[in-house]
């Protein structure tokens, strides 16, 4: 089972940018995709994006335009780069991994505040 270390989130200003990182252990070359979801107080816990290991993504919706995902495959590493920051944005950012042999991990969490 790998482990997930995230890094990044704070307090920031509407309008403003945060990126997160999440750093992959333990699973090697297995890892299928990687991504973040986020959970804000007293609501289920939703996708935001996901990269593929071919490179694809996926966006919600309400993302889409101003959160960009990559990934750094030689590091295991990958990266939520989130512009144009609302108040809505505000959560528990949790990062995942799943890899082909169908294991699912989740990292420790970090808090993104957007504040008016």
């Known amino acids: 089972q790998g482990q997930l270390v995230e890094s990044g989130g704070g307090l920031v200003q509407a309008g403003g940018s945060l990126r997160l990182s999440c750093a992959a252990s333990?699973?090697?070359?297995?890892?299928?995709?990687m991504g973040w979801y986020r959970q804000a107080p007293g609501k289920q816990r939703d996708l935001v994006a996901r990269?593929?290991?071919?490179?694809?993504?996926d966006y919600a919706d309400s993302v889409k335009g101003r959160f960009t995902i990559s990934r750094d495959n030689a590091k295991n590493t990958v990266y939520l780069q989130m512009n144009s920051l609302k108040p809505e944005d505000t959560a528990v950012y949790y990062c995942?991994?799943?890899?082909?042999?169908?294991?699912?991990?989740w990292g420790q969490g970090t808090q993104v505040t957007v504040s008016t």
């Open positions: 995942f991994s799943s890899t082909y042999s169908g294991s699912f991990d």
């Open positions: 333990g699973s090697g070359f297995s890892i299928y995709a």
């Open positions: 990269i593929i290991s071919g490179g694809s993504t």
